[in-house]
């Protein structure tokens, strides 16, 4: 009779199941929420009150120090100083605010604009349809880097100006995603059903469309999410985005290009928080889409 | 089963519905008139394309659009005229006077809603209001339709339904609104047989406690025998003939009918092969002059071809539209327009 051996579990056994929890997307996605917790939305409302220093203030005697376990680090400035002297960890900090308020505020702007012309378009159909569908192929077929440079220069470099940038891109991609679910949902019987028992053509739209792409709308939303941060990024990078020296994460990736091999933690630190910030977007997004799906709630 | 069969509740009068295209105008429904009693089962017989949901959907005022227009005719229910009235008015009529039970249960119910929130969208629609009494109003007409342990079901989504139970629900959905006209179309050709008898015994059922008329749409006779009253039967967009179901299965008097009729495999005989229509039913854009089961019809004269045959009563309210008749019985007083 075979005797079960009990077996020693190799030691690289427990961080990988602790990597399969952040990346099983049925389960909550605890990890991921918490990064954007503790690295988006705490940071980006209480800045003032977390960031250690000054994030615009910097002193030039304090200029290029490496993160606190390098040599000749400090516990004072955890994550470095940039070129001009200023604390890494508190410019992250307070670059979270921008980067949570130009994706809400982006994603929220687009994503009705897109959702509502969407909605019109795919349900109404004909010249509607058509008129709404060629302003979606311009809007995709925008050099938007060409567009934002004009707003910029038309308006001036800021926040407003940024939004406006990332809606004229966006909402184009909301349309015609919404477009193309309801023109599939809406032959479905339970439309035909909602006309026979006299809903309004608004009422529809609303009650009985939107909540079936509600789902398609988050998983674009936060994958958009991701997108807007870039985006915002190459913006100021360009000069064209958040105006400096307001610290933003795509700005302080920029401003540690030229110093990338001497002082790697100027870009590298804001880089990861972008990175992380996708990422943990992405999987909540995911996590929603299924948890939305009432025919997997029960599984 | 006694059902008490009342006035005239919707009457349908030479109703044309066209739909123009590039091949040009399809007569879907070309002068069909009917009438339709409180209490009573009017079936609608006859093969695919022949305009039974295209008459359906006109009642509704609901022909798809763009490029169908209901071009001629008058609907009456209750004495009023629907073609008359606003598209907002027509709302009022939708699910409240006329309301209708659509073919396939798996898509007539909405994903992402459970049942019990769209028996209540229904009620809200017309303007049912106090949340309390909504969700007691739901409950009650999910114990109309007899599903068990409603208070439960309520909270369920549709996937969670068999399609049987499902149509039972589209059915309190259609019912919940008390309309005085219920137009069912096919409603139990995606069901099982035996589900599909207990659906019809249980429309039934609930007309006899509410007193709704029906307008049963199907193309089985079988069903037509259990469920309706009277019968007309369609063909190429026209009414046939019309007439009581004890009538049209004893005298079936239009060639076509009496087609449907020998298709039909019955029990009692020993049938090789099931009798079949040779041929297609004519193209509706390009509709002969004459009669137009003609092409198909094993009596065709030569009048058949040319001239279109007015409505003969065969008897007490049976009518049927072939020259045949003519000779035997005299000639329907109130006959159709010819086209």
């Given at each position: 009779m075979a005797m079960a051996i009990p077996q020693r579990v190799p030691w690289y056994i427990a961080p990988l199941r602790l990597l399969r929890g952040i990346f099983q997307v049925r389960q909550f996605p605890g990890v991921a929420m918490a990064i954007l917790v503790f690295l988006l939305v705490i940071p980006g409302i209480f800045a003032e009150w977390i960031a250690p220093h000054d994030p615009i203030k910097g002193s030039l005697a304090l200029r290029l120090k490496p993160p606190m376990w390098e040599k000749g680090g400090s516990i004072t400035y955890p994550l470095g100083t940039d070129k001009v002297g200023r604390d890494v960890l508190s410019r992250i900090i307070y670059g979270a605010r921008v980067s949570l308020r130009v994706s809400i505020e982006g994603i929220i702007v687009s994503g009705f604009i897109g959702t509502a012309l969407g909605l019109i378009s795919g349900y109404f159909g004909g010249r509607v349809d058509a008129l709404i569908m060629r302003l979606v192929d311009i809007s995709l077929g925008l050099p938007i880097i060409l567009v934002a440079l004009v707003f910029v220069a038309a308006l001036g470099p800021s926040f407003s100006t940024v939004i406006a940038v990332i809606t004229i891109l966006l909402w184009a991609r909301y349309a015609r995603q919404v477009r193309g679910e309801v023109l599939s949902i809406k032959e479905r019987d339970f439309i035909a059903r909602a006309r026979v028992a006299g809903a309004s053509h608004f009422r529809i739209m609303f009650r009985y469309l939107l909540p079936n792409v509600v789902n398609t709308l988050i998983v674009l939303a936060t994958l958009q999410v991701g997108f807007v941060i870039i985006f915002e990024s190459s913006l100021s990078f360009l000069g064209a985005g958040i105006p400096r020296p307001t610290p933003a994460w795509g700005l302080m990736v920029a401003d540690g290009r030229e110093l990338i091999v001497t002082a790697w933690w100027i870009s590298m630190f804001p880089g990861i928080a972008i990175m992380l910030t996708v990422l943990s977007f992405n999987l909540v997004g995911d996590w929603l889409r299924d948890h939305l799906d009432p025919k997997l709630k029960n599984i | 089963m006694t059902r008490h069969i009342g006035d005239v509740i919707l009457e349908v009068e030479d109703l044309h519905t066209y739909f123009f295209t590039r091949l040009g105008v399809v007569k879907a429904v070309d002068g069909v008139s009917f009438s339709l009693r409180q209490g009573e089962t009017l079936g609608i017989v006859g093969e695919s394309g022949c305009g039974k949901t295209m008459t359906a959907l006109s009642l509704l005022r609901l022909v798809p659009r763009p490029g169908a227009r209901i071009v001629q005719g008058k609907i009456l229910l209750q004495g009023e005229n629907l073609l008359d009235k606003s598209e907002n008015e027509m709302r009022q009529v939708r699910g409240r006077r006329i309301s209708m039970i659509l073919q396939d249960p798996q898509t007539s119910l909405n994903p992402v809603f459970t049942i019990g929130n769209q028996l209540i969208e229904a009620l809200k629609i017309h303007h049912y209001s106090h949340a309390r009494e909504l969700v007691q109003r739901a409950i009650g007409a999910l114990k109309q339709v007899r599903v068990a342990a409603p208070e439960r079901r309520v909270d369920d989504y549709p996937h969670q339904m068999s399609g049987g139970m499902k149509q039972r629900v589209v059915g309190a959905i259609a019912m919940s609104c008390e309309p005085h006209v219920i137009i069912a179309d096919e409603p139990t050709t995606s069901l099982d047989v035996t589900i599909q008898a207990q659906y019809l015994r249980l429309l039934r059922e609930i007309q006899e406690e509410t007193g709704l008329s029906i307008i049963f749409i199907t193309h089985d006779f079988g069903i037509v025998a259990k469920m309706c009253d009277r019968v007309m039967v369609m063909y190429a967009g026209r009414a046939v003939e019309t007439g009581s179901v004890r009538d049209i299965f004893n005298h079936p008097s239009h060639p076509y009918t009496q087609a449907l009729l020998d298709s039909v495999p019955k029990l009692e005989e020993r049938t090789a092969r099931l009798y079949s229509i040779e041929g297609q039913p004519p193209l509706l854009w390009n509709l002969p002059a004459g009669c137009r089961f003609a092409s198909r019809c094993?009596?065709?004269?030569?009048?058949c071809e040319t001239e279109y045959p007015p409505s003969f009563s065969v008897l007490e309210g049976h009518t049927a539209d072939c020259w045949r008749l003519q000779g035997e019985w005299q000639t329907h007083q109130s006959s159709v327009s010819k086209t």
């Amino acid at each position: 009779m075979a005797m079960a051996i009990p077996q020693r579990v190799p030691w690289y056994i427990a961080p990988l199941r602790l990597l399969r929890g952040i990346f099983q997307v049925r389960q909550f996605p605890g990890v991921a929420m918490a990064i954007l917790v503790f690295l988006l939305v705490i940071p980006g409302i209480f800045a003032e009150w977390i960031a250690p220093h000054d994030p615009i203030k910097g002193s030039l005697a304090l200029r290029l120090k490496p993160p606190m376990w390098e040599k000749g680090g400090s516990i004072t400035y955890p994550l470095g100083t940039d070129k001009v002297g200023r604390d890494v960890l508190s410019r992250i900090i307070y670059g979270a605010r921008v980067s949570l308020r130009v994706s809400i505020e982006g994603i929220i702007v687009s994503g009705f604009i897109g959702t509502a012309l969407g909605l019109i378009s795919g349900y109404f159909g004909g010249r509607v349809d058509a008129l709404i569908m060629r302003l979606v192929d311009i809007s995709l077929g925008l050099p938007i880097i060409l567009v934002a440079l004009v707003f910029v220069a038309a308006l001036g470099p800021s926040f407003s100006t940024v939004i406006a940038v990332i809606t004229i891109l966006l909402w184009a991609r909301y349309a015609r995603q919404v477009r193309g679910e309801v023109l599939s949902i809406k032959e479905r019987d339970f439309i035909a059903r909602a006309r026979v028992a006299g809903a309004s053509h608004f009422r529809i739209m609303f009650r009985y469309l939107l909540p079936n792409v509600v789902n398609t709308l988050i998983v674009l939303a936060t994958l958009q999410v991701g997108f807007v941060i870039i985006f915002e990024s190459s913006l100021s990078f360009l000069g064209a985005g958040i105006p400096r020296p307001t610290p933003a994460w795509g700005l302080m990736v920029a401003d540690g290009r030229e110093l990338i091999v001497t002082a790697w933690w100027i870009s590298m630190f804001p880089g990861i928080a972008i990175m992380l910030t996708v990422l943990s977007f992405n999987l909540v997004g995911d996590w929603l889409r299924d948890h939305l799906d009432p025919k997997l709630k029960n599984i | 089963m006694t059902r008490h069969i009342g006035d005239v509740i919707l009457e349908v009068e030479d109703l044309h519905t066209y739909f123009f295209t590039r091949l040009g105008v399809v007569k879907a429904v070309d002068g069909v008139s009917f009438s339709l009693r409180q209490g009573e089962t009017l079936g609608i017989v006859g093969e695919s394309g022949c305009g039974k949901t295209m008459t359906a959907l006109s009642l509704l005022r609901l022909v798809p659009r763009p490029g169908a227009r209901i071009v001629q005719g008058k609907i009456l229910l209750q004495g009023e005229n629907l073609l008359d009235k606003s598209e907002n008015e027509m709302r009022q009529v939708r699910g409240r006077r006329i309301s209708m039970i659509l073919q396939d249960p798996q898509t007539s119910l909405n994903p992402v809603f459970t049942i019990g929130n769209q028996l209540i969208e229904a009620l809200k629609i017309h303007h049912y209001s106090h949340a309390r009494e909504l969700v007691q109003r739901a409950i009650g007409a999910l114990k109309q339709v007899r599903v068990a342990a409603p208070e439960r079901r309520v909270d369920d989504y549709p996937h969670q339904m068999s399609g049987g139970m499902k149509q039972r629900v589209v059915g309190a959905i259609a019912m919940s609104c008390e309309p005085h006209v219920i137009i069912a179309d096919e409603p139990t050709t995606s069901l099982d047989v035996t589900i599909q008898a207990q659906y019809l015994r249980l429309l039934r059922e609930i007309q006899e406690e509410t007193g709704l008329s029906i307008i049963f749409i199907t193309h089985d006779f079988g069903i037509v025998a259990k469920m309706c009253d009277r019968v007309m039967v369609m063909y190429a967009g026209r009414a046939v003939e019309t007439g009581s179901v004890r009538d049209i299965f004893n005298h079936p008097s239009h060639p076509y009918t009496q087609a449907l009729l020998d298709s039909v495999p019955k029990l009692e005989e020993r049938t090789a092969r099931l009798y079949s229509i040779e041929g297609q039913p004519p193209l509706l854009w390009n509709l002969p002059a004459g009669c137009r089961f003609a092409s198909r019809c094993p009596y065709t004269e030569a009048r058949c071809e040319t001239e279109y045959p007015p409505s003969f009563s065969v008897l007490e309210g049976h009518t049927a539209d072939c020259w045949r008749l003519q000779g035997e019985w005299q000639t329907h007083q109130s006959s159709v327009s010819k086209t």
